[in-house]
């Protein structure tokens, strides 16, 4: 199979990258009293976008529903969100950003945005690998 040296160098790559960042945002995390799970959770809901629904919510994270509602109540109980009812589909709820979970939430992303590996390329560089990462993210699963 063609490229497959590449192909795996790409993928372990990647995923280096991504614990790499994670370890570094630990410290950040503890201090916010979030988990992985539930900081990628706040990253999913834009506060410029319409609050999304749950069902939305797992689709970003690629999980099911049961994990999204486990999550939600873990950011309620933290007071970064609250759940309203969808008002396109009154049978499910939205996840609303709270001011405290928008200020949390921007940390998060600031943070990452220094510790990541990435930080370290040039602008043409990020441009890029921002182009080919985001072909390959929005391919058909």
């Not at 999980?63 to 933290?78: G, H, M, W, Y």
Request: proline share 6%; aromatic share 2%.
């Amino acid at each position: 199979m063609a490229g497959v040296s590449d192909l795996l160098s790409v993928v372990r790559a990647v995923h280096e990258i991504s614990m790499v960042t994670s370890t570094r945002l630990e410290p950040l995390l503890a201090r916010l009293r979030l988990t992985q799970q539930t900081a990628q959770a706040l990253w999913a809901i834009d506060p410029d976008r319409q609050a999304p629904p749950m069902r939305v919510v797992a689709q970003r994270l690629h999980c099911n529903a049961s994990n999204v509602t486990f999550i939600a109540k873990q950011l309620e109980e933290r007071g970064y969100v609250v759940r309203r009812r969808d008002p396109q589909d009154g049978r499910s709820s939205v996840l609303v950003l709270t001011p405290e979970g928008e200020r949390v939430r921007r940390e998060v992303v600031d943070e990452a945005l220094a510790l990541t590996p990435f930080a370290a390329l040039s602008s043409a560089e990020l441009a890029a690998l921002a182009d080919v990462l985001t072909r390959v993210a929005d391919l058909p699963e």
